[in-house]
């Protein structure tokens, strides 16, 4: 199983609509998560931490089951600023802070 | 918020050159920074670890002979990329995680590579 796995996309969506991704992790001690947010040849910019249950933050929710080891992010009402790939991360397993990447999530929001 | 530059953006270089890339953390001191590299339309893969003061801790498969890291201050760690190759050709980028190191990562710009 890979460390951080997520929904493969493209997600194409109309502006408005509510858009869900979805992403697994596979080390059961990691106790923080990231959503990172990358433009096109830019470097990612934190979107939202995950640290408990899920937290929200305007239109984006973030969720974490750690159960399931399971991760979510919710954009409602998508804007056409909200295209951009979707990075879900996860503490390396290493002592010194490095951080696991997802391949992220592409989102196109269209007029 | 804590700030990470990293210089150049991008740069072309010649096949058999070398190319160092300079990540600075502007306003805390990092003792750990991380070099990432990601190819297009792939995921951000961690090279290695950069140490103030000591040698560097490489990821499998990822030649310290050939991407050679220095980190001799606790704001400054270099990247150099040695007899370059156009496989090299890559987007590189560093981070750091400003204390406490549960806080978010803080990245660099990043540099665009192209060795032709």
């Known amino acids: 199983r890979k460390e951080v796995e997520q929904d493969p996309g493209p997600f194409n969506v109309p502006e408005g609509a509510t858009v869900a991704f979805n992403c697994t992790y596979s080390n059961s001690a990691s106790q923080s998560f990231f959503w990172y947010r990358q433009d096109c040849r830019k470097e990612p910019k934190l979107l939202m931490s995950?640290?408990?249950s899920g937290n929200e933050d305007g239109r984006f929710t973030a969720q974490l089951n750690r159960a399931s080891q399971y991760i979510s992010l919710l954009i409602r009402d998508s804007k056409l600023s909200d295209s951009a790939t979707y990075l879900c991360v996860a503490p390396g397993g290493g002592s010194q802070g490095n951080l696991i990447f997802g391949k992220g999530t592409k989102l196109s929001v269209k007029p | 918020g804590a700030v990470v530059s990293q210089h150049p953006s991008w740069v072309i270089c010649k096949s058999g050159t070398s190319v160092k890339i300079e990540c600075r953390s502007l306003d805390f001191q990092a003792t750990t920074m991380f070099w990432y590299r990601q190819f297009p339309k792939q995921s951000l893969m961690l090279m290695a670890t950069s140490n103030e003061g000591s040698k560097a801790t490489y990821e499998q498969g990822v030649e310290k002979d050939k991407f050679l890291i220095n980190h001799a201050s606790l704001t400054l760690s270099t990247l150099t990329v040695t007899s370059a190759h156009p496989e090299d050709s890559s987007f590189y980028i560093c981070s750091a995680r400003a204390p406490p190191m549960n806080t978010e990562a803080f990245f660099g710009q990043g540099t665009r590579l192209t060795v032709v």
């Open positions: 995950v640290y408990s």
